[in-house]
C-alpha cells in the first residue's frame, strides 16, 4: 500500500521558513518522480516543485530562490525548504509521487499559514 505522510506545516511570520517534509512507503521510492503542490482556499492546486530521480529540480516561477526541493532515496523522504515566505504562500501542501510505471500517488496534504 502506497503512503505518503507530509510534516512540517504551520503558521509563520511573513519573511520566515518553514521545512515540509514527506515520508513515501509501499513505493520503489529512488525511480520516483516526487512533487509538492498547493492548493490555496478557492483556488486550483498548482505545482511547486519536482525533483525527478536523478535529482532534476524544477520551480514554479513564485517560488523561484525561495523554495528548494530536495530528496533522499535512502530514507525515502522528500523535503520542500521554503524561505521568505510570503502570505500569498499560505495553502495545504501535497505531496505527490508518480512511480516508474506511471502511476501517481497523493498525501492528505499539510496546513501553511503565513501571517502578514
Known amino acids: 500500500q502506497v503512503q505518503l505522510v507530509e510534516s512540517g506545516g504551520g503558521l509563520v511570520q511573513a519573511g520566515g521558513s518553514l521545512r515540509l517534509s514527506c515520508a513515501a512507503s509501499?513505493?520503489?521510492?529512488?525511480?520516483?518522480?516526487m512533487g509538492w503542490y498547493r492548493q490555496a482556499s478557492g483556488k486550483q492546486r498548482e505545482l511547486v516543485a519536482s525533483?525527478?530521480?536523478?535529482?532534476?529540480?524544477d520551480y514554479a516561477d513564485p517560488v523561484k530562490g525561495r523554495f528548494t526541493i530536495s530528496r533522499d532515496n535512502a530514507k525515502k523522504m522528500v523535503y520542500l525548504q521554503m524561505n521568505s515566505l510570503k502570505p500569498e504562500d499560505a495553502a495545504v501542501y501535497y505531496c505527490?509521487?508518480?512511480?516508474?510505471?506511471?502511476?501517481?500517488?497523493w498525501g492528505q496534504g499539510t496546513q501553511v499559514t503565513v501571517s502578514s
Open positions: 505527490k509521487t508518480t512511480t516508474h510505471t506511471g502511476m501517481s500517488f
Open positions: 509501499g513505493i520503489i521510492f529512488s525511480p520516483s518522480r
Open positions: 525533483v525527478t530521480n536523478r535529482g532534476g529540480t
